[in-house]
């Protein structure tokens, strides 16, 4: 999916509009590759929770993403 600088940047500025608890979850899950039992852990919630933050982020950046570049996930 992130194939260049570009679209990091991109998701990036997506990321920070996220809910709080869902934009953390999302950082500790793909850019600091922790399970969700270590996010449960660090963050005080059990690792269902943490997974229930983790894909509603997923959805809401996947919308935002849609919603304001159209054509960046083309060939999903």
Known sequence: ?????????VVGELLMRL???????MVL???EQMNYDQIGELLEMS????RVHARAGLEALR?????RHPGFLEGE
Do not use: F, N, Y
Request: no cysteine; hydrophobic share 25%; proline share 7%.
């Open 1 to 9: 999916m992130l194939q260049g600088d570009d679209d990091r940047k």
């Open 19 to 25: 809910p709080e608890r869902q934009k953390e979850v």
């Open 29 to 31: 899950r793909h850019l």
């Open 47 to 50: 690792p269902s929770t943490a």
């Open 63 to 67: 919308d935002l993403i849609k919603e």
